[in-house]
């Protein structure tokens, strides 16, 4: 009988093992007894623990699963993207690339006189820094999501699938994954079929959002740039293209121009920006 191993079974192993990782990650947010929602800080207390968990034994399934030709040329370091070279710029690049697909929404945003206000009081960030919710959306999450389903699951899934066909796969788990808000809204009493149509739509964004993330892992071999990329995007939110009608004519028409103008220019700038040579990568690309 075949061991479950990379060498034996690498169709098994890269396919089930990412399973059992995304089980683990939700799994862990719910070991603890609760009678609170989500965003009690006694539920993100506990769940940040979890996340703590995870992450620190997340690259025990690199070690043991990950793909034999990763293992054998690099250290786990330069597998996971924990490195220097290149850091900058994979920060910078791929964050700019984002800013430039979110055109729109950042020039509404920037519009507004309160989003001003609020940048430059120092209350404000206080609040931020004091607030659990706060570091839940934009520290913790990005990192423990990013470095789980990304930085951890592609190189199990290079086992046996390429490159292309891990940044396509790898995001279906992290969109199955966040299928557990479904049971906490109906917990807070909302109808099972406005619960699955919301999880739905939750499911296909973040699934999308995966699959640029995956794509800016494997182009640039870096985990801060899907972790910067990861909490600007959880920053902005996702896009309220409604807000743009309540408008006046000649600013709507002027607004819906810059949504427009963003996606094509991240259309054109997607692959020469992802493609260029300063991340220094080369544990995903030949």
């Not at 603890?32 to 993100?44: M, V, Y």
């Not at 296909?204 to 600007?232: E, N």
């Not at 996702?238 to 408008?247: H, I, N, R, S, Y």
């Not at 996606?263 to 990568?281: A, E, G, K, R, T």
Request: glycine share 6%.
């Amino acid at each position: 009988m075949s061991s479950f191993t990379q060498a034996e079974n690498p169709f098994l192993v890269s396919t089930v093992t990412p399973i059992g990782l995304a089980a683990f990650y939700v799994g862990s947010l719910y070991v603890w007894p609760t009678k609170h929602d989500r965003d009690h800080p006694e539920t993100i207390k506990r769940r940040f623990l979890s996340a703590a968990f995870v992450t620190i034994f997340s690259p025990f399934f690199v070690l043991y699963f990950g793909a034999p030709h990763l293992l054998n040329k690099y250290s786990l370091a330069q597998i996971l993207g924990l490195k220097l070279e290149g850091l900058l710029p994979a920060i910078l690049c791929p964050l700019g690339l984002t800013i430039v697909l979110f055109l729109g929404p950042t020039v509404v945003m920037l519009c507004d006189a309160r989003f001003l206000t609020y940048c430059r009081s120092a209350v404000v960030w206080k609040h931020n820094l004091q607030d659990w919710i706060w570091w839940r959306n934009q520290i913790v999450a990005p990192f423990s999501e990013e470095f789980t389903f990304r930085a951890c699951m592609v190189p199990i899934l290079l086992g046996h699938y390429s490159v292309n066909q891990a940044v396509l796969i790898s995001p279906l788990f992290f969109g199955i994954a966040h299928l557990h808000h479904m049971i906490e809204r109906i917990r807070k009493g909302q109808s099972v079929l406005g619960s699955f149509l919301v999880s739905l739509f939750q499911f296909a964004y973040t699934t999308i959002f995966g699959m640029y993330s995956a794509l800016i892992f494997a182009r640039t071999g870096h985990f801060a740039a899907i972790f910067v990329v990861h909490s600007y995007c959880n920053f902005m939110g996702f896009p309220d293209v409604t807000e743009v009608l309540g408008f006046e004519t000649r600013k709507r028409v002027l607004i819906s121009g810059v949504y427009v103008l963003g996606l094509i220019l991240f259309s054109y700038l997607l692959n020469p920006v992802l493609d260029l040579q300063v991340y220094q990568n080369n544990v995903y690309l030949p």
